[in-house]
């Protein structure tokens, strides 16, 4: 796979709670000149970003971020917030807690009241692996089918690990076709990358491989 399709998968991320108006530029820069999927970047920068970007990219955003800790009212609240001020893409974290307690139906119920504040705008639903058992991992894939979100995603990068070989396969055995999967956190090289499409990654949340593509560029056709 080339160096200009695996970015076409890639959200280029940052999420720094240090993250300045400069910064978010610079990626949204990158974005366009690499033509990456989107970049996901915090609510408060959404407006400025499309405006700034305008039609040339997609601007993703989170929110719920990072602990889902949140009530249900308050996260679609900043979905419809984030879709106002231009946002494309919503990365929503679940109450991780909730899962816990077995509490599935406020899970599900909380993924529908957002999905529907987003309108036709994405959903991804962030269920955060490396805190999960696998049969928790399991549950959250059919929650997510019911739920009718776009797309299923491991991690928020802030939390103990980050995404895996054998979550991207877990969930691709388990979650409905019509539903996609986003790996994200510790997405290192573009043999990472490949591996994670491969599996049945749609889109890769990482910081980094738009980083590896400018220091050391390659011809297309190779990487």
């Known amino acids: 796979m080339n160096q200009e399709k695996i970015l076409s998968y890639v959200d280029h991320t940052l999420l720094s709670p240090s993250a300045t ?19 996901c970047i915090p609510p408060c920068y959404v407006k400025e970003a499309k405006e700034y970007a305008g039609d040339k990219l ?22 419809k917030n984030a ?23 406020d ?10 504040a987003c309108k036709d ?10 805190l999960l058992t696998e049969e928790e991992k399991i549950r959250m894939c059919e929650i997510v089918s019911l739920a009718g979100a776009d797309f299923i995603k ?11 070989f054998e979550d991207i396969a877990l969930f691709a055995k388990h979650v409905d076709k019509k539903v ?5 956190g510790g997405i290192k090289t573009m043999d990472d990358a490949e591996k994670f499409i491969s599996l ?8 980094r491989i738009v980083k590896l593509v400018k220091e050391a560029p390659v011809e297309e056709g190779t990487y």
């Open 21 to 39: 108006w400069e910064e978010i530029k610079a990626i949204c820069d990158d974005g366009i000149k690499y033509k990456t999927a989107s970049v």
């Open 58 to 79: 997609q601007i993703c955003t989170v929110i719920g971020f990072p602990n889902g800790a949140n009530t249900a009212e308050v996260k679609a609240f900043e979905a």
């Open 83 to 105: 879709i106002q001020n231009g946002a494309d893409e919503i990365d929503m974290v679940i109450n991780i807690g909730n899962l816990k307690d077995g509490r599935f139906d």
């Open 107 to 116: 899970i599900l119920n909380e993924i529908k009241l957002i999905k529907f």
């Open 121 to 130: 705008k994405i959903l991804k639903v962030i269920i955060e692996t490396c």
């Open 154 to 164: 491991t991690s928020t990068g802030f939390s103990t690990g980050g995404a895996t």
């Open 180 to 184: 996609k999967i986003k790996a994200a």
């Open 200 to 207: 049945g990654a749609e889109r890769l949340g990482t910081s």
